[in-house]
């Protein structure tokens, strides 16, 4: 009878070990500063003008409304948060943020800050806009990571300010956004 109880305590302090061991793992992601990773920028006005230009056709109120919306909100939870840092969290790694102070005025010349804009579920992606100072001027930029690879894309837009919101196809296969400029209103900058 000794034998046949000692087997089972054995098999659950070895399952106990694995357990803890895979969950220690997951806790010790380790932590690296954003600035430091490869990123891959989109919208250059060379590439965006070989595209043919988009053909618009006006619809109905009724014909509109026959088409599924699906449902690509924005998620604005506030991300982990430490001093002057935020942390978001990738499947491999945290990535970690120096984020964007009330008073731009405290941000040296060139140095980056962050601001969290918040999760597309449907993408499973974060959006970040980067935020720099530039012999007095403002400049941003709008960024996307995605959480489970860690891949970085940032979106150029043709100002000096980041855009503010990108559409989803339905399919989740492509985003599009609007730039309105500053100094042109109510006009994109391809004509």
Same mark, same amino acid.
């Given at each position: 009878?000794? /034998?046949?109880?000692?087997?089972?305590?054995? $098999?659950?302090?070895?399952?106990? *070990?694995?357990? +803890? =061991?895979?969950?220690?793992?997951?806790?010790?992601?380790?932590?690296?500063?954003?600035?430091? *990773? *490869?990123?891959?920028?989109?919208?250059?006005?060379?590439?965006?003008?070989? @595209?043919?230009?988009?053909?618009?056709?006006?619809?109905?109120?009724?014909?509109?409304? =026959?088409? #599924? /919306? %699906?449902?690509?909100?924005?998620?604005?939870? /506030?991300?982990?948060?430490?001093?002057?840092? $935020? &942390?978001?969290?990738? @499947?491999?790694?945290?990535?970690?943020? +120096?984020?964007?102070?009330?008073?731009?005025?405290?941000?040296?010349?060139?140095?980056?800050? &962050?601001? &969290?804009?918040?999760? &597309? %579920?449907?993408?499973?992606?974060?959006?970040?806009?980067?935020?720099?100072?530039?012999?007095?001027?403002?400049?941003?930029? $709008?960024?996307?990571? @995605? /959480?489970?690879?860690?891949?970085?894309? !940032?979106?150029?837009?043709?100002?000096?300010?980041?855009?503010?919101?990108? $559409?989803?196809? %339905?399919?989740?296969?492509?985003?599009?956004?609007?730039?309105?400029?500053?100094? #042109?209103? @109510?006009?994109?900058?391809? !004509?």
């Amino acid at each position: 009878m000794k /034998k046949i109880f000692i087997i089972p305590i054995l $098999f659950i302090l070895v399952y106990c *070990q694995k357990t +803890k =061991k895979i969950s220690t793992e997951s806790n010790r992601k380790e932590i690296v500063n954003f600035e430091n *990773q *490869q990123f891959q920028s989109f919208g250059f006005q060379d590439k965006y003008d070989l @595209n043919p230009p988009l053909k618009l056709k006006e619809i109905t109120e009724l014909e509109f409304k =026959k088409y #599924d /919306k %699906p449902n690509h909100s924005i998620i604005n939870k /506030k991300p982990k948060m430490n001093g002057d840092n $935020f &942390y978001l969290e990738t @499947n491999h790694k945290i990535l970690q943020f +120096k984020k964007e102070s009330d008073n731009a005025m405290n941000r040296k010349e060139g140095e980056n800050r &962050y601001e &969290y804009l918040g999760f &597309y %579920p449907s993408l499973n992606m974060y959006a970040v806009a980067s935020n720099t100072v530039s012999e007095g001027l403002g400049f941003s930029d $709008f960024e996307l990571i @995605n /959480k489970a690879s860690g891949k970085i894309s !940032k979106i150029l837009s043709p100002g000096d300010d980041r855009i503010d919101q990108i $559409f989803i196809s %339905p399919d989740n296969s492509h985003i599009t956004y609007f730039y309105n400029q500053v100094y #042109d209103e @109510n006009r994109s900058f391809r !004509k």
